[in-house]
């Protein structure tokens, strides 16, 4: 027996947090409702950047990288929680992800727009200062040790997917279980829209007009990298954020990778883990960590893991 889906007008809302455009949409409901839940959602993500931004005076990112090489800083749980997340993400990647990158990080300026290539020897001296072994986290007494001076963690690459997580725990306490939240690439999906699992489209890195695909998924978290959202053009090449922390310089090989998983946190780290590796120790890295993926290379070869290949539609 057929079932017939009455046409419901989504609801959307969009803020600016974290650098970067949240928008949540979801099919059912009241706009009350939803107005209520995603007042509170958004409230939840301003929190949780007020307690992870490393740009914020008084964050607890902020007064570890301070206290760097000096005294362990006392954390709440949840900081705990995305920093463990974030080193066993670095473990896992052998260091493609280091969430210590910060010096880094800072020194290119690519939040800032400093638009410049730094001086190959300030890179490696920075360079040394990257080392996520050096991350001292006590979870019995809930504090976080940078063990050498200079050292900075930078959770940019894995707080969005924590705050993705506990926004979407707002919309299911409300009962609205057909939603999607998107973070500048980063999704998490529950349930359906119009009777059909929700249709994402893989965008073309290099004309932002177009698609590469699109795939149906539900009640699963993406996350893409790409070396088209942050960068600038010097001397007719392109450098982005996404810096390699064993060269310092951005990564080469790849232009995007996109994630999909059953994981609320780790999937923005694998993203930027799997860029950084390039399509075959990245393809390796997906098959590890039991994930799908898309990844689009400098050569335009698309590479799509063996779970998804079926579901994913190519555009011409």
Same mark, same amino acid.
Request: no cysteine; proline share 3%; net charge neutral.
């Given at each position: 027996?057929?079932?017939?889906?009455?046409?419901?007008?989504?609801?959307?809302?969009?803020?600016?947090?974290?650098?970067?455009?949240f928008?949540?949409?979801?099919?059912?409901?009241?706009?009350?409702?939803?107005?209520?839940?995603?007042?509170?959602?958004?409230?939840?993500?301003?929190?949780?950047d007020d307690?992870?931004?490393?740009?914020?005076?008084?964050?607890?990112?902020?007064?570890?990288?301070?206290?760097?090489?000096?005294?362990?800083?006392?954390?709440?749980?949840e900081?705990?929680?995305?920093?463990q997340e974030?080193?066993?993400?670095?473990?896992f990647?052998?260091?493609?992800?280091?969430?210590?990158?910060?010096?880094?990080?800072?020194?290119?300026?690519?939040?800032?727009?400093?638009?410049?290539?730094?001086?190959?020897?300030?890179?490696e #001296?920075? *360079?040394?200062?990257?080392?996520? !072994?050096?991350?001292? /986290?006590?979870? $019995?007494? +809930?504090?976080? =040790?940078?063990?050498?001076?200079?050292?900075?963690?930078?959770?940019?690459?894995?707080?969005?997917?924590?705050?993705l997580?506990?926004?979407m725990?707002?919309?299911?306490?409300?009962?609205?279980?057909?939603?999607?939240?998107?973070?500048?690439?980063?999704?998490?999906?529950?349930?359906?829209?119009?009777?059909?699992?929700?249709?994402?489209?893989?965008?073309?890195?290099?004309? #932002?007009? *177009?698609?590469?695909?699109?795939? !149906?998924?539900?009640? /699963?978290?993406? $996350?893409? +990298?790409?070396? =088209?959202?942050?960068?600038?053009i010097?001397?007719?090449?392109?450098?982005?954020?996404?810096?390699?922390?064993?060269?310092?310089?951005?990564?080469?090989?790849?232009?995007?990778?996109?994630?999909?998983?059953?994981?609320k946190?780790?999937m923005?780290?694998?993203?930027?883990?799997?860029?950084?590796?390039?399509?075959?120790?990245?393809?390796?890295?997906?098959?590890?960590?039991?994930?799908?993926?898309?990844?689009?290379?400098?050569?335009?070869?698309?590479?799509?893991?063996?779970?998804?290949?079926?579901?994913?539609?190519?555009?011409?």
């Amino acid at each position: 027996m057929s079932r017939i889906f009455k046409e419901t007008k989504p609801f959307h809302r969009s803020e600016y947090i974290m650098g970067t455009i949240f928008d949540i949409t979801a099919v059912g409901g009241s706009e009350e409702v939803f107005g209520e839940a995603a007042t509170k959602a958004f409230n939840e993500i301003k929190r949780i950047d007020d307690l992870m931004s490393r740009y914020k005076e008084g964050s607890e990112v902020s007064l570890i990288n301070k206290n760097a090489g000096i005294v362990p800083v006392k954390v709440g749980h949840e900081l705990v929680e995305v920093l463990q997340e974030a080193r066993t993400i670095s473990e896992f990647s052998d260091g493609a992800f280091d969430v210590t990158i910060g010096p880094l990080t800072n020194l290119w300026g690519f939040d800032l727009e400093k638009n410049v290539v730094p001086p190959k020897e300030k890179i490696e #001296e920075l *360079k040394g200062l990257v080392n996520y !072994r050096k991350l001292k /986290i006590d979870e $019995a007494a +809930s504090t976080v =040790y940078l063990e050498e001076k200079g050292m900075m963690i930078d959770v940019g690459g894995i707080a969005k997917g924590y705050s993705l997580a506990k926004a979407m725990k707002v919309f299911e306490d409300a009962g609205i279980k057909d939603v999607m939240i998107n973070a500048g690439g980063n999704l998490n999906l529950r349930g359906v829209k119009k009777g059909k699992p929700w249709r994402i489209g893989i965008q073309d890195p290099r004309d #932002e007009s *177009k698609l590469i695909g699109t795939v !149906r998924i539900t009640d /699963i978290s993406v $996350a893409t +990298s790409g070396d =088209y959202q942050r960068y600038f053009i010097q001397d007719g090449v392109r450098y982005h954020h996404i810096l390699d922390p064993k060269t310092g310089f951005p990564a080469k090989g790849l232009i995007s990778a996109t994630v999909i998983g059953r994981g609320k946190t780790s999937m923005d780290g694998l993203s930027s883990a799997i860029f950084i590796l390039g399509a075959d120790k990245g393809a390796a890295l997906m098959k590890k960590a039991g994930v799908e993926g898309i990844m689009l290379a400098e050569d335009g070869r698309i590479t799509v893991s063996e779970g998804l290949k079926e579901r994913f539609l190519r555009k011409p």
